[in-house]
């Protein structure tokens, strides 16, 4: 019964960066793995990013590798995804969610709100 609450995104040019946050709510947040994803419009939802409950492992996309990074806050119930040297291709809806147990996570529940990302040329 999380509750997700995404916020951060705006319009950036490109080459930029921004930090989404997700605060979630409830005292059992660090027992749940995290992810972001993302949907552009007219496509699937994408993977991003994904952390593990502890933030000790961590898994990035290939597309923003070396670009994007997922880090969580347990103290602060809040999960976090640094962007730089953002791309026009990166805009999209930027969503978190809460995993299933296990790892990888077999799933994702919990979604938040989503936040808009527009990468401006």
């Known amino acids: 019964q999380v509750q997700l609450v995404e916020s951060g995104g705006g319009l950036v040019q490109a080459g930029g960066s921004l930090r989404l946050s997700c605060a979630a709510s409830?005292?059992?947040?660090?027992?749940?793995?995290m992810g972001w994803f993302r949907q552009a419009p007219g496509k699937e939802r994408e993977f991003v990013a994904a952390?593990?409950?502890?933030?000790?492992?961590?898994y990035h996309a290939d597309s923003v590798k070396g670009r994007f990074t997922i880090s969580r806050d347990n103290a602060k119930n809040t999960v976090y995804l640094q962007m730089n040297s953002l791309k026009p291709e990166d805009t999209a809806v930027y969503y978190c969610?809460?995993?299933?147990?296990?790892?990888?996570?077999?799933?994702?529940?919990?979604w938040g709100q989503g936040t808009q990302v527009t990468v401006s040329s």
């Open positions: 952390i593990s409950w502890s933030g000790s492992r961590t």
């Open positions: 969610a809460a995993g299933h147990p296990g790892w990888p996570p077999p799933g994702f529940g919990s």
């Open positions: 409830g005292r059992t947040f660090s027992s749940y793995s």
